[in-house]
Nanobody, 121 residues
Framework: QVQLVENGGGLVQAGGSLRLSCAAS????????IGWFRQAPGKEREFVSA??????YYADSVKGRFAISRDNSQNTVYLRMNSLEPDDTAVYYC????????????????WGQGTEVTVSS
């Protein structure tokens, strides 16, 4: 089992930037994939980005604007979000994947509590 804690959400104007963090503890950090998902009010949870031990993946809606990275010394994964748009407003969750597809939320086993991002127009 992995414990995950997100931070970094907040209110930002359109065009601005935020950096979310996901601190992990429990299993050895490099042995699973970390994914970011988001859920806007009234919408389904959707895939945003994922980082395996050697690859990064992005949803088309965020490609070129968001960047995922890790600091192994801190057991932390970051999601840098640039050029934010009102449609990026959502609660952002990080999750740990041990097997399955990186974009399928149902395959992820452990989830953080979420951090809220609000982008004003």
């Amino acid at each position: 089992q992995v414990q995950l804690v997100e931070n970094g959400g907040g209110l930002v104007q359109a065009g601005g930037s935020l950096r979310l963090s996901c601190a992990a503890s429990g299993r050895p950090f490099m042995t699973y994939t970390i994914g970011w998902f988001r859920q806007a009010p009234g919408k389904e949870r959707e895939f945003v980005s994922a980082l395996t031990w050697n690859n990064a993946y992005y949803a088309d809606s965020v490609k070129g604007r968001f960047a995922i990275s890790r600091d192994n010394s801190q057991n932390t994964v970051y999601l840098r979000m640039n050029s934010l748009e009102p449609d990026d407003t959502a609660v952002y969750y990080c999750a740990a994947l041990f097997s399955g597809h990186y974009s399928n939320a149902d395959d992820y086993q452990d989830w953080g509590q979420g951090t809220e991002v609000t982008v004003s127009s």
